[in-house]
């Protein structure tokens, strides 16, 4: 596959990367690039973008490997911040919330804490049923952490994005997303993490939402 022959749609330009749609052998697939910073030395943007480029790869993998399902990586190259991956087909969560769909959203980020990984944009969003299955997208802004007030910060964001986006089964849809993430997070660690989103609200960081 000679890279330089393919052809690229800008589908969505971003302040960290723009995506692309493109093909690979023949497949339908996502290009996403990292876009060079200006205010930047030339040298010091291309450390961040290779760096990052590399990071986000490894914990798309490790995401893998925590039964998370996530695009396959066809294609890196760290030096343009470039990922070449799966196009996922499906429809996008925020369209089509339920109940039993936070269920299964609350379990995959508890797989993802369980190896230590924060999504950084846990929102409904960033999830796509494909073939009645759940598959979580976008992890430009993970890091890998042991941390459990970033941990509550993931599941924090989720909450903000239920209680406002989906404010008509905030409730119930919350409970869910916080029972699948318990079905694989132990119960002292989850203790911890719940009483971290509590401090989180109460410092103001966040409106509270009940």
């Not at 993998?61 to 911040?81: C, H, L």
Request: net charge positive; glycine share 4%.
């Amino acid at each position: 596959m000679d890279i330089l022959s393919l052809q690229y749609i800008l589908i969505k330009k971003g302040a960290e990367a723009d995506i692309y749609l493109t093909k690979w052998y023949k497949k339908k697939a996502i290009s996403k690039i990292r876009n060079p910073k200006s205010y930047f030395h030339y040298k010091v943007d291309e450390y961040i973008r290779k760096k990052r480029t590399k990071r986000e790869v490894n914990i798309i993998s490790a995401a893998k490997n925590a039964e998370v399902r996530t695009p396959f990586i066809y294609f890196q190259d760290p030096s343009k911040g470039e990922i070449i991956m799966e196009y996922i087909e499906g429809k996008n969560v925020k369209d089509i919330i339920s109940e039993k769909i936070c269920l299964e959203m609350g379990r995959y980020a508890g797989l993802l804490h369980s190896k230590n990984i924060i999504h950084g944009d846990l929102t409904s969003a960033n999830f796509i049923i494909n073939k009645h299955q759940l598959v979580l997208i976008d992890f430009g802004l993970s890091f890998f952490s042991q941390r459990f007030e970033d941990k509550a910060v993931d599941l924090r964001l989720m909450k903000e994005i239920l209680g406002s986006v989906h404010a008509n089964i905030y409730e119930r849809a919350y409970k869910n997303f916080i029972n699948g993430y318990s079905e694989v997070t132990n119960k002292k660690d989850l203790e911890i993490i719940l009483k971290n989103i509590e401090e989180i609200e109460n410092r103001g960081r966040y409106a509270r939402i009940d």
